[in-house]
């Protein structure tokens, strides 16, 4: 009964808050809103952060309903502020000289140790770990639900202190904090305002276990024996085990918004940070509508690389969110391990499934199995204690559809109504993506076609039986990585000039550190838990991207994601490529450049900048208006004066293409590539052609001479054969492949062509 009061409590809460941050109700009818202006003109840069916000105040007026409450006074990503105003408020402030632009506070939501091996971080010697010192003296920023200061994975143990540059604080009590966790803030003023939630500690502790997990997988800590209910069992440790963690509480439960999210890129980019991580997402928005985009363009401005998780709203297509160019746009795919058990059914079909929970007290017999279909609502997604009323399940294995409620919510209802196992299966859209959850009894959770082969043999025979069999940790599944379902999808709605995501990284069933004991069985020691989402893909990249900033602390934001891009894997371990969630071939929208290959990513050969300036034209060329494109850059822009140009003419690792009868099926891109390999380098052109269309590159052979040196080429592409029919995402690659074949450059190519 309290499963389901909490259940129901928690769809309220979604409900009242998103509709208090869209409806714009508060204290005195007022709301959050954030304001762009222009820097005091008055006071020659660069001013401090009291003179801004005596700036800021300028702007607020005095009403008959008393003085509108400043929330954010913000310093480094944009130049405004967060304040709860009304209506007549807001058009004061919007009648003053000095105003810019007003975008709402908007709801943003979380997205929810294998990993490094699997991700080849300790093959060849020296591995990439070795080299690049475990990430030492490079800071990683995550905003997020906050951390666990006292747990292992965040133990600073032969760990140096952090650079001197770093100004950041601690908001715990200072023995909390260390030369790992080197900062703690909790920024909680924007949902706090909103009075939906209610935020009661200052310290940035972990409520929710999201912040934990998502930090201690960027930078955690070695941990050995580290497992879950026994499962998983290793040595744990983030991607860059030697970073340094600065951690900003921007989300309380399951909630952030969006003006304590600007608040924490502008806190992290003063503090020092050099990377952030963001698990967070919303429905995707125009980028000066969207507090991540802007934060971020202001961190990317000053060096700082921003890896964001794409959303968890796949399989379907034009899902993806946080896409600006400007940042990494992270899926997530699975590894080559599975919590496995078996299903063998009375008639000896053999079915994989997975679970976190593999008590050895459990001894596997055949049992009867049950697939609850009845006339009661929500029977077959066993998801309400009375969905099996009135059915049989005493002693018995239940199958039980995916929808409704979450998967151990389900075993819950089974084993109270007497079930003794359960097996899970996927609904359509959800393929060949299991989970492997802390579940309360045995479980198996089976694919769809695998939950349809089942129930088909359940129609078959009168007396349907099976045997539920734990095979604890398997390591080499085939095929991985294949895509989760749940990974947003392109084309962006922002911008469909350019391919999103951009990179797929580890997402499924992942180990990292937790603040509770997870699971019926509380483990000795440390606590760990697997947990799914994009949310865990995006520090996976961070991790990789302070691996690469140790190496190459010279290296742009769009250095790093261009090496990440071009050197990432496009086969899956049984060499073909990547699988989707229903075992397809994965398209460009879905893998972006394919899946992080760290070691590849520190030797690149050749990378393709963007510098801050070229994204000016490119904001133009979305059709913003001056305004909006000076709130996203914090300079006056007249678009009037500026060559707009179109996405896929940004220097971008990828290439998206579109040929219509309007440019008669042709289209030039130029790209520049920069020398970071050896001095003295060639690289050849290699195409692989999207099928009926030709490509053309010029020059066919690039020479470089020296580290740093540009070179620029011009691609071409054209329909090479009569079409009577519209042809979307025909892809292909573009390959730079250096003469002794160490190095290949590689881009993907997707074409959308209309007749
Ligand atoms: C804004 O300015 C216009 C014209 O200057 C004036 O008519 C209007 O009353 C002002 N609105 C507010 C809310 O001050
Ligand atoms: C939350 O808001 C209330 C009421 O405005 C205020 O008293 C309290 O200090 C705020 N809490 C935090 C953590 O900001
Ligand atoms: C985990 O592995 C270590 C080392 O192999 C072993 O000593 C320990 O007992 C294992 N723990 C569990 C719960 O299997
Ligand atoms: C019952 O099923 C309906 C239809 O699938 C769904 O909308 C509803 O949320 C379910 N109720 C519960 C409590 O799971
Ligand atoms: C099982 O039988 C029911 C009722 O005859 C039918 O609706 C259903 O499609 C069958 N399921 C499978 C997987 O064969
Ligand atoms: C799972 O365990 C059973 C029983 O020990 C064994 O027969 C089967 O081969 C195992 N499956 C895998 C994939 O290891
Ligand atoms: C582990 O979980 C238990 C139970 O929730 C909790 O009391 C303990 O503090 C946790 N340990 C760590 C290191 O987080
Ligand atoms: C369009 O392309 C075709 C074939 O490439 C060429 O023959 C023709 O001259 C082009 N037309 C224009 C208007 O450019
Ligand atoms: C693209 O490159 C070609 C050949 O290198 C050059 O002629 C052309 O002017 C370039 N176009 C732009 C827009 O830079």
Known sequence: ??????????????????????????????????????????????????????????????????????????????????????????????NKSGFIHVMPDRLFHLTTTHSPSFLGLHK?????????????????????????????????QGMCSPPTKWKGVCEFRPSNCNNKLIGARTLLKGINATRAIEVSAREPYDKNGHGTHTASTAAGMFVKNANINGLANGTAAGIAPHAHLAIYKVCANDFCAGSDILAGFDQAVDDGVDILSVSIAAESYNFYEDSAAIGAFGAMEKGVFVSLAGGNDGPFDSTVSNEAPWVMTVGASTMDRDLRTTVKLGDHHVFKGQT?????????????????????????????????????????????DEGDNTEVEKGKNVKNAGGVAMIIANVPIEGYTTFADTHVLPVAHVSYVDGENIKSYINTTSTPTTTIIFNGTLFGVT????????????????????IKPDIIAPGVNILAAWPFSPGPTPSAGANFTVISGTSMAAPHISGIAAL????????????????????????????????????????FFTVGAGHVNPSKANNPGLIYDIKTSNYIPYLCGLGYTDTQVTAVVRRSIKCAEVDAIFGFELNYPSFMVFLTQSNNFTMTLNRTVTNVGDSMSTYRVQVQEPSGIRVTVKPETLSFSNVKEQVQFAVTFSKSISSTENRFYLEGFLMWVSLNEHITVRSPISVLMKL
């Open 356 to 400: 976190a929970y593999q008590p050895e007290s459990f001894k596997s017999s055949s049992l009867s199995l049950v697939y609850p279909v009845s006339t009661l609502s929500n029977a077959s997604t066993c998801s309400t204690s009375y969905s099996l009323h009135g059915i049989d399940v005493k002693g018995m294995v239940v199958l039980c």
């Open 479 to 498: 095929p991985s990585p294949a895509v989760a379902y749940f990974s947003s999808r392109g084309p962006s709605q922002a911008d469909p000039n350019i």
């Open 548 to 587: 690469l900033k140790n190496e190459h602390p010279d290296w742009s934001p769009a250095a790093i994601k261009s090496a990440i891009m071009t050197s990432a894997d496009i086969f899956s371990n049984d060499g073909y490529y990547i699988a989707d969630y229903d075992l397809d071939n994965a398209n």
């Open 124 to 156: 060849s010697s020296p591995g990439f770990w070795d080299s690049s010192n475990y990430g030492k003296g490079v800071i990683i920023g995550v905003l997020d639900t906050g951390v666990t200061p006292d747990h292992p994975s965040f133990s600073d």
């Open 1 to 94: 009964m309290t499963i389901i009061y909490t259940a129901f409590l928690f769809l309220l809460v979604a409900i009242y808050i998103s509709s208090t941050l869209a409806q714009n109700t508060g204290d005195n009818g007022r709301v959050t809103y954030i304001i762009h202006v222009q820097p005091d003109p008055t006071i020659a840069p660069p001013s401090t952060r009291e003179d801004r916000e005596q700036w800021y105040k300028s702007f607020l007026p005095t009403t008959s309903n008393g003085q509108p409450q400043l929330i954010y006074s913000y310093n480094t990503v944009i130049s405004g502020f967060a304040a709860r105003l009304t209506k007549e408020e807001l058009e004061a402030i919007k």
